[in-house]
Each structure stands twice: as C-alpha cells, then as structure tokens.
C-alpha cells in the first residue's frame, strides 16, 4: 500500500467527502485515485473508502499576515508548508457510509483497487476512454452506450483546440478494435460518420506517418493496434456542373466515391422535406404543402426530368393543383424555397446517373463510412444529414433488432438540433436521441457550446464529454455534473484531453487520448495535395 | 497521610496578577561603563559582521487546573496541575525552523507533598511528574513552575551550544549553568538604567543597529557584560525608549567575545524586530521568538481537553 498522506482532523470528514494532509515528500496531484480503510467498532470489519482526488491546496502553516512569507524566505519567521488534499468519494465497499477518520492513511488505489473506485471492476463490457494523467487506462462502461442501459456519447468543446472529432474517431477506434468487445457482431458494427468540417477525416484509412514510435506505448497500455481504420468507405458530393461523378474534394480523391440521389429515390423516399429544413422555415402551413407535394411526387412520372431544374418545373407547375386550398403566400413561400434549395442542392439530384448504386451511400459496405458534407452550402448539409438519417433510420426501423449497432458522429449539432426552432433533422436527431438506444443507433454529436442544443439531445447521451470549454460556456447549467474545480479546468483543458462523465462514476474523469494512429490530414497521409486545393489544414492549430 | 484532592472551579486564567517575569534583581551590582571604551558613544559595528546560526530560545507556561486538599489538621494543601514547554528556532542560512521543542508536565503541591499523575486525555496518556514546591502559597506554586520553564529553557539552549553559534535565550541569564557559551540574554522591558543619567542620556538616542558600549555588571554571582541596543525607530508619538533593549553575556566569556556577540547582536536582531500589526510586544518580542511562543502553546495542546480529563480523573478519585 502506497500511504501518500492521512485523513486531517482539522476540517469535518464525511461519508461522501474528507480532506487527507499530505506529506512534503509525497505527490498528490488532481485526478489521483485514493483509498481509505476505515475499520467499525467492535469488530464490525472494514470499509473501503474510494475516491478521487479534486482539489490541492498548499498553505504556509502558522502565517497570519500575507507579508510572512517574505520573513520566512528571509529566515526570520518559521513556517511550514502544508498541503491538503480534498477527495469525492467514488465508492464505498461495503456500503455502510461512515466518514473515514482523522488519521487513517490515506493510500493511491492501484490495481485492482483503482479498478474498484472507478467502477471498472463491476463493468461486464468496457471500451477505453482514454489514459489517466498517471498513464493507466480509463474505461466506460458499454453497456450504457450499447443502449442495454443507455446510449449516445455528446461533446462539448471550443472549436479548434477541443479536438471532439478527433476524439470521437479514438473511441470508435477503440470501440472497434477492443478484443472481444463487439464479439460475433463486429462485422456487422458500422459507423456512420459526417465530415463537416476541413477534410481531416477522408484519411481515417492512412497510416499517421509522423506518429511518434513512443506513442505505440499508449496504445499498447489501451490494448490497442497502432494502425489506422481498417474499413472505411469514403463518400464526397459529386462535383457540380459536371456530367461525370468525379467526388469534390481537395486533397484526395483516390478511393473517395462521388455521392448523389436519382430524382426518382428523391421522389419516392419523400426527400422533399429535407430541402426546408431550415430551422426557422417551418409553418404548419408551409409543412402541408410538403406534405401533399411529396405525396404526388410518389406517385407522378419523373422520368423524364433530367436534372433538378426539370423537377422544379414539374411542381411549379403542377403546385395549384397539388397544394390545394393552401393560401397563395403560403405556395409562393413553398416556391421560394424551392427555388432557393435547387440552386444549393440541385446538383446532388440527377436525374440520369449511370449506375446509381455505385452512387448511393452505403453504409454497409464498410465498418466506417466517412460522408463528406463540407464543402456544401448549409442548405445542403441538412439535406445530406437528413436524407441518410431517415433512411438509415428506416433501415433499423424495418430489421427490428438493436444489434448489430450503427454508431452516428455528428459534429456541429448545434446546427442541426437547435434549442430553439424546429426543422425535419432535429425531427430526425432527437427521435435517435429518444429512441435510439432500443434501435442500436448510437448517437456521438459534438458541438461547441451544449447550451445552444435541443436539451432531450444531450439529456439522452449517457456519457458527456467535455473539451476545452469557454469560460463563460463553461458556467451554463449544462454543465452541471462538472465539479467547479473541472468547470475552471475545462477552459485550460490542452488538445488531447478530455473531462468524460458515465452514469455510474459520480464524478467526471479526466482522460488523455493518444495522438491518432490514423492520418488526420494530408501531410500526415503522405498524400500528394492537389496543387491550388485552397484546403487549409484544420490541425494546424494544434501542432 | 493521604488526603483526596480536590478542584477549585475557578478557571486558571484567574491567575494571581503577579509578575514573574523580573523585576531584575533589585541590587544591581557594581557598574563599570568603561570596560570597552573610554569615550561613551554609540558604536555601529560594521554590517559585515561574520555569519552564525542563530538559536532563538524561548518557553511558555499554563497552568491546567488548580487543585486543593487538607490535610488532618484542616490546614489547605495548594496544588496547581500545569504544562511548561521550551524550545528553539534556528534561523540559519535564510532558512528559519522549530528545531527542538520540549514539553513538560507538572503537579507541583505545596506542604511538602509530592505525587506523580497519569490522565487519560484524548488517545493519549499524559504524565504529569510530581512536584513539591518550596513555599506553600499560590503564587509560590507559581515561582515553582517559572523555575521549572526556565530551568527547561536553559537545557533546550545548552543543546544548541557550538562553534559559529549564537544564542539568543529569554530573560537574564540567571538560569544557565555554562559561563562561556556563546549565549545573550536579551531583557525586552528595562527596569532598572543600570547607568546613572549621564550615560543612560545615550540609549535613548540610538539608530538602530547601534548600541552602547559595553558596560560590566559586578554582583559577584553572575557577573556579566551587558549593552542597550535599539531595535527599530520608535514612531512620532512614542517614548524614545521604545524599541531598545537590553542584553547581556556572562563576564567569564572575557571583554573580547562579548564585544564580538555585542557587535553581531547590533547588526543582526534588527533583522528580527517584529512590527506592531505582528505583535502587541513589537518590536521587542522578536519575530521568531513570537512564532516560537504561539508554536509552544500549540503543543502544549488543547486546554479544555486536557482541564476535561483532570476534572475526570479527580472526579474518579485523586490523593496526596
């Protein structure tokens, strides 16, 4: 047993809570896992008492003005230092809550003991968050992801140096390539990921080539290959105004499929209405117009639109009879819309595509597949999400089953389940928040402030995950299961380090994830960048 | 034969208002005022004096709980239950710390009685040795245990004595046995001039880091060399006699040594002078010796505790 201080009795000790004195020449920093034995009167045996370290203070023992610090450092005034550590307690085995007493030595929880405060000891399935700050694995519990218990991870993190994709990737790699975790389903696990921002993650296929070689240490200690995504299938919009599919991207295009719908599938899956998606669009009206539109579509022949623009002259036509007895503003407004929509999305729309399979994205193929929406108009984007939401949605839907699981990445929710306002894709989002977890459709969203997103979102996600934080975001009340010691931590937090919270751990956990085995951009790829690409590198910030 | 003891109620913070601390032996002795120099005027020695560790001694006493008994005769046995504790610190090199603290406990009895006690108090035992004080009254029980923490003073100081060292106790000297340590007493209050008028006109026109010359005492039991320093200037509205003090060695150290200490002393306490936000005794109650006593009373340790566990214990039963 590693004694690293005793329980002081100069504050009140509490079953829930206590301070420890420690000793000037041991260490105690944040985030230490701690173990107290407390033995009962009478022989009542021990109680185990787990916690984790959440605040240090050190104060020079016997000064009583602020000026005595110099006198000390002149040798004229004795004073000791003394640091005092604070502990949450994680847990109490067996659970008889008695405070420790003043005195009990206070040891770090290692081995097994460190896997009894955290909880991991009594998780059946675990996958790895991260490493601890002392190097040893931090787990979550997977069936509060799996949806047996619960589901969804939701991060919150400042654009830029929060990392949530990168880390979003890490546990999906983690989930993956655990041993034994997925079992007899892991051929069958997908994800399905959005790239919506730069195009760091068209190369979750590449091997990071300026991976440190100290790195593989880490992700031997996580029980984790050194190597990137072993099944990804890659999809970018089909480049406009151009009759062949070529994918537009910038930095890659070797093995990226060019994705877009066939004016028929638009019409037939009722993909309209995710061309209004605008959060503030909605009018009851205006959502019977689509309504009935869509419900003509299915059944009108559109075969011979060739393009969008054909389609959009179909329904312009064809709308006072379609639309009823709606109000002529409101089928103005409907046009509008319309009109606006085709010039942003018309060009995913065609209407003759050789084999439109080819075309189609299909999550299935592959373990991991990437749909670049990046380069697309806002508009756009919600089409995109929307359409493959709803359609994987139905998919799951119509098999009955949660297993195999499908895990979602979405980054910027914000825009696509805002708090305020309604649109058909927070429609989509938060039916997979609700009812996701008895579908096996895990959500992992990530925005930069989860004040701004549609509450039942982020109170559906199991694990909460926090980057860097603004210091003002940080003092929402979304944040509510951070301790205010973390709350000031999470606006130093570097790249690379997350605060995770799970639903039996009582206090949220600081996690360090390993640089990315996988290339997060071109460099890293030893890709040849397409000359003139205009592609800023999204990392650069964080070298 | 045994009589049972028993508490007086009053709570020992009603002491009897008498002073202990001096006053410094009425007879003065004879004084020589030209044993350094012949021209009477203050010295500054130069503030590159050579370096020494410095030992601050100290004590504090508290008396735990009064105690009465009568024997056969109905006359009244006096008896105070008490703690005394001393100790040092060392600055030395920029660096200050308790090096040695010592704690005693005391039943000191009147009437010639003497009985060691054991009690209980918290996790701990606490002995208290048996003592029999020389007179009968209060306040001789208390002359007795200022004897017994002076006494203990000067063994905490004895330990510190060595080469290089310099050692600052509290008090005059009366209670070392060393005559040729490296020790100064240093009398925060002046009771007595010492010198007649004419030379005392000097103390109170001192800077600080000067002194006096040295001036020897001759009472033929300690006879010593002592000077007057000044500590800090005193502010606008106060005395120009606040912030000096007196010091003085023992006389067997012989003229040299003492004006080497006396040279060290002015540059060096200075340094030490406490200030009035500090200490209500600045700037003589010095700061290590501040801190020292505020130590001491800490592991004397908790009064209540302790008053708690005698009252206990006599209420069990206690004789003498």
């Given amino acids: 047993m590693n004694e690293i201080g005793k329980v002081l009795g100069t504050a009140d000790a509490q079953p829930l809570d206590y301070w420890f004195a420690v000793p000037g020449d041991k260490l105690v920093q944040l985030d230490d896992v701690v173990a107290v034995q407390r033995c009962l009167p009478e022989g009542g045996g021990k109680v185990a008492i787990y916690g984790v370290v ?85 787990y979550g519990n997977f069936e509060f992801l799996d949806g047996s218990r619960g589901a969804h991870i939701n991060i919150s993190g400042v654009s830029g140096v929060a990392t949530k994709t990168t880390y979003a990737s890490f546990l999906l790699y983690g989930i993956f390539n655990s ?88 019409c037939k899956e009722r993909y309209l209405r995710f061309l209004f998606a605008d959060a503030d669009d909605e009018t009851s009206h205006l959502s019977a117009v689509i309504d009935r539109v869509e419900n003509h579509l299915t059944r009108e022949d559109v075969s011979k639109c060739e393009d969008f623009d054909d389609l959009k002259d179909l329904i312009e036509s064809q709308l006072p009879q379609w639309a009823g007895n709606a109000a002529a503003g409101t089928q103005m407004s409907f046009l509008r819309r319309l009109e606006a929509s085709a010039a942003r999305v018309g060009h995913l729309i065609r209407g003759k595509v050789e084999d439109p399979a080819r075309h189609r994205i299909d999550w299935k193929k592959k373990q991991v597949t990437v749909v670049d ?44 389940a805002p708090r305020e306002g309604w ?47 603004d210091t ?72 | ?45 130069a503030a590159n004096v050579a370096a020494r560790r410095i030992c601050f ?85 208390i002359n007795c245990l200022q004897n017994l923490m002076r006494t203990s003073e000067a063994t905490v100081a004895e330990s510190f004595f060595g080469a290089g060292t310099c050692v600052f106790a509290d008090g005059p000297l009366n209670y070392f046995s060393a005559a040729t340590a490296p020790l100064v007493g240093v009398i925060k209050r002046i009771y007595l001039p010492y010198l007649d008028a004419a030379h005392f006109a000097l103390v109170a026109q001192l800077e600080p880091g000067e002194r006096t010359p040295l001036f020897s005492i001759r009472d033929n039991k300690y006879d010593r060399y002592s000077w007057f320093q000044r500590l800090a200037t005193p502010r606008l509205m106060e005395h120009r006699l606040a912030g000096i003090v007196r010091l003085e060695v023992r006389a067997a150290l012989g003229l040299q040594q003492a004006c080497e200490l006396a040279h060290f002393a002015a540059v060096r306490l200075p340094d030490f002078a406490s200030t009035p936000v500090r200490d209500p005794r600045a700037p003589q109650n010095l700061v290590p010796v501040g801190a020292l006593e505020e130590q001491l009373r800490h592991r004397l340790g908790d009064a209540m505790t302790i008053r708690r566990a005698i009252e206990k214990k006599i209420h069990e039963g206690v004789t003498v």
């Fill in chain 1, 54 to 138: 959440d605040t240090v203070i050190a104060r020079h023992e016997g000064a009583k003005l602020e000026s005595d610090v110099f006198l000390a450092h002149e040798g004229v005034l004795p004073l000791n230092h003394a640091i005092k550590a604070h502990v949450m307690v994680t847990r109490v085995e067996p659970e008889i809550f008695v405070p420790p007493l003043p005195g009990d030595a206070v040891c770090k929880a290692e081995g097994a003991q460190r896997e009894q405060a955290l909880f991991f000891d009594s998780m059946k399935k675990r996958f790895v968050l991260g490493l601890s700050r002392d190097r040893e694995v931090v």
């Fill in chain 1, 179 to 266: 041993t034994g975790l997925l079992g007899a389903e892991k051929a069958n696990t997908h994800a399905l990921i959005f790239n919506v921002k730069g195009e760091d993650l068209l190369f979750l296929d590449k091997p990071n080539t300026i991976v440190k070689p100290e790195v593989a240490d880490l992700y031997a200690k996580l029980g984790l290959p050194v190597q990137p995504f072993e099944s990804v299938g890659l999809y970018a919009p089909v480049r406009r105004e151009q009759d062949k599919m070529i994918p537009d991207t910038g930095t890659r295009s070797e093995g990226v499929l060019a994705y877009c719908w066939t004016i028929e599938d638009f």
């Fill in chain 1, 373 to 416: 929406i990046h380069s697309l108009h806002d508009r756009a984007k919600r089409f995109v999400i929307g359409v493959m939401l709803k359609r994987m949605f139905e998919d799951k839907e119509k098999s009955g089953t949660a297993q195999p699981l499908i895990f979602v990445v979405l980054d910027e929710l914000n825009k696509y």
């Fill in chain 1, 423 to 469: 649109s058909p894709i927070k429609d989509v989002i938060l039916d997979m928040a609700e009812r996701g977890r008895s579908l096996g459709v895990i959500l992992i969203g990530a925005q930069q402030t989860a004040s701004q997103i549609e509450r039942r979102v982020v109170a559906n996600s199991s694990f909460r995950v926090v980057g860097r934080l």
């Fill in chain 1, 472 to 543: 003002a975001e940080a003092q929402q009340g979304e944040y509510g299961f951070l301790p205010a010691s973390t709350r000031l931590r999470s606006s130093i937090l570097k790249p690379g380090t997350m605060i995770v919270s799970q639903p039996e751990i009582p206090i949220p956990l600081l996690v360090q994830f390993p640089f990315p085995a996988w290339a997060t951009r071109p460099s890293e790829a030893a890709v040849k960048v397409t000359a003139g690409s205009g592609i800023t590198d999204p990392f650069a910030r964080f070298k």
């Fill in chain 2, 1 to 45: 034969m045994p009589t049972k003891l028993l508490l007086d109620p009053w709570s020992p913070d009603y002491e009897a208002p008498i002073q202990t601390d001096g006053p410094e032996i009425a007879a003065a002795g004879e004084i020589d005022p030209s044993v350094e120099t012949a021209a009477w005027k203050a010295i500054q020695p």
């Fill in chain 2, 57 to 141: 001694v100290d004590g504090v006493r508290r008396i735990e709980a009064r105690v009465l008994a009568q024997d056969d005769d109905g006359k009244l046995i006096h008896g105070v239950f008490s703690s005394a504790g001393a100790g040092c610190v060392v600055s030395d090199r920029g660096h200050a710390s308790y090096e040695r603290i010592d704690v005693h406990r005391y039943l000191i009895l009147g009437a010639g009685r003497q009985k060691a006690e054991r009690i209980a108090a918290g996790n701990q035992a606490i002995e208290f040795e048996g003592i029999a004080s020389p007179g009968d009254t209060q306040d001789d029980l």
